[in-house]
């Protein structure tokens, strides 16, 4: 019985999402050309087949409530992305093949990707979430750490320093130096005392600025993302 209802629910969902594509084609396109018509078929023939027409309806509902919005990567290969207004790039003029987003041999769900200002994003988060509340959503986030040699190869980028020099400096720094402080590191290493007044320059602004030395910048979170 369960897997009767599953079969009936992916059905209607399907049905849905191919109205929903030939509306978005007019909309897009104007009228429906023999080539747009046969790329739509073979991309819902494949979702369909996926069993992925849901993920799309979810993404389409999304965007329907955050128009001002970026479907990014991928997602641009899919004329059914660009119907549905996920995706804003028209695939078959640029030659994107769907098979780069999703394929026969995939078995888990294709990678969609949106971008929202900055200012809209909370009100797009709260409709999500009371759309779908928990189980069905959940914020993630990504941290990135940087270790004394990464940390000032990027604080060095932001300053403008050249790329030969802050590949000259960090590649001084040995890998695993222990939570070493920077003065300690430079007063002890051989290999890097000889550039010890570059290093401090390119250092200088993130570290010096701390009250708290190299707390915060070395080994420290770079940011988390939400996703």
């Known amino acids: ?133 928990f189980p069905r959503a959940a914020m993630v986030a990504n941290h990135n750490c940087f270790r004394l040699r990464g940390a000032l190869r990027e604080v060095a980028k932001v300053h403008g320093r050249p790329a030969g020099e802050i590949r000259e400096v960090t590649r001084r720094i040995p890998w695993y130096h222990e939570g070493e402080p920077l003065d300690s590191l430079l007063a002890n290493r051989a290999a890097v005392i000889a550039n010890a007044d570059m290093l401090l320059a390119v250092a200088d602004a993130a570290v010096r600025e701390r009250t708290s030395g190299q707390a915060g910048l070395f080994g420290g979170d770079d940011h988390a993302e939400p996703t």
């Open 1 to 133: 019985e369960r897997a009767l209802l599953q079969s009936v629910r992916q059905r209607l969902a399907f049905e849905q999402l191919r109205a929903l594509a030939y509306t978005g084609a007019e909309r897009r396109y104007g009228m429906v050309a023999p080539v747009t018509r046969d790329r739509l078929e073979h991309e819902l023939a494949i979702i369909g087949m996926k069993g992925f027409a849901d993920y799309f309806l979810v993404v389409h509902d999304i965007v329907a409530h955050g128009p001002t919005h970026c479907g990014r990567g991928s997602v641009a290969n899919s004329v059914v992305s660009y119907c549905l207004g996920i995706t804003h790039v028209e695939p078959l003029g640029a030659g994107l093949l769907f098979e780069r987003f999703l394929n026969p041999a995939r078995t888990d769900p294709p990678d969609i990707d949106l971008d929202f200002p900055w200012d809209e994003r909370d009100q797009v988060l709260a409709y999500v979430f009371r759309r779908y509340p």
